[in-house]
């Protein structure tokens, strides 16, 4: 019988990481909206994807947000993709590799997936659009004067009256060049805005009058850009297309996060794997990587949700090429599975129901919390390695005043497992939770998180890949006492 072990368990405080306008292209979504009032075909996609259109104005940030937990969805959802599986930073030249899988990414979702989706996935080059034209990105300013010349901007005056968006290509590849050719030319649009406007930061806020309208060039021509994009990808997206199948299904599986709001409930990500090359990797694969297909979607909650105790959600493909798949499914708190073969031909719709299994403990939070889903590359999914020594999990949301079991089953012996508190505000202070001597049984910790705590993380500093360091982990709401 394996020996399972949990070692140290400590809270450690650490200031949060969210989000804002201080190191980003501050008028984002100003841009975006823009964009959006200049297409033609506005009115028709309004009723394409519904509210999901508007939307695109606060998913104009989701670049800004990865790794971390958005309501019923991760941002690393839509911006970990076959053709780009890692994170890109924003500025030149850097930015450039996103321009073309992302764009045809996006072609993709608009082409098969549902509305909320087709939005989402829409996101990430909307923003890589917009970081490649943001002044300090194109300039590469790093320092002090990067936030002022990519916030002093007046947000309001954004706007695209009487343009007119150019098509960028009649078909896919002609498009690529088109929108790289275009994107080129934003580069050094701003770079010349930025290196006017650089010594006038460097006199401080007094300067900002001076430096607004120049830094506003730049955003203007960021929305023509987006807006030639944009029109660009929604005609590409109606253009007659071989013929292709549909496929769709229900996903169930237990409840994740119980006790939390209702905008925990998170989806499942759902990836086709080519039948073939899934087969030739063998019983149970370390990695996915080679059987994967560029089609990935999320099943997300439908609504009502059924009273049997079990999470209920849908997924759907259209326009896929004919051909036999395999869905891989996974949500936090299950364990992943891959379907049976599933043959799709051209005009018909099959249906591929999922059941996922409950992890164990139920309502475990941390992805991937044995350290064995491994879709992109032989490196475990949503965990980053520092040092070769410290795997660190991605941060998970919490639910002020509700009480956590933190635990671990080690393979490694000597290997510690921490949990990591992340504050909303400074100061933090480090509090040691319990240290727990190895033992037969499964062993764990409780804690309650406060007003302040945001999200937790488990670090495990081991020397060892992390399948072979951990058998499982878990930060799992307490079942609720009676």
Known sequence: MRRRRLHALALVGLLAIVPGAARAWGPHPDITRAALEALPEADHWKGVLGGEFGQLTNYSWIPDWQGLELGDYSADDYLLIRALPHYVLHGDPQVRQTWRPFFLRALQGLRTETPVNAARQL?????WIEDTGAPPHAAVIVGDLHGPLENWVPASEIATPGYAPQLLGQDDEAAVAGLTARLEGLVAFSVERATRAKPLAAQGEAARPQVEPIILESALECARVLADALHTLFTLAEAPQPPGAGLRGAITTGLFHTGAPKHMDKSARIMLLDDAKFRALGPAPAC???GLTDFATNAYAVTPQPADGAWHGSYEFRSLPPGVYRVWAYRPGS????SAPVALVAGQTVTADIVLAPDDPPGNIIRNPHGDIAVFSPQPDRWTCYENTRWVSRSIPVQPGLTYRVGAVLK?????VTLVTIKVQPPNVDQTLASV??????QEVRVTA????WAMALHVETTKPLPEAIERVWVAPAPMRP
């Open 123 to 127: 996101a990430p080059i909307v923003h």
């Open 288 to 290: 996915l990587a080679p």
């Open 335 to 338: 364990l992943a599975r891959v």
């Open 412 to 416: 490694d012996p000597q290997a510690k």
């Open 437 to 442: 001597p190895g033992s037969q049984a499964v």
């Open 450 to 453: 406060t007003d302040q705590d």
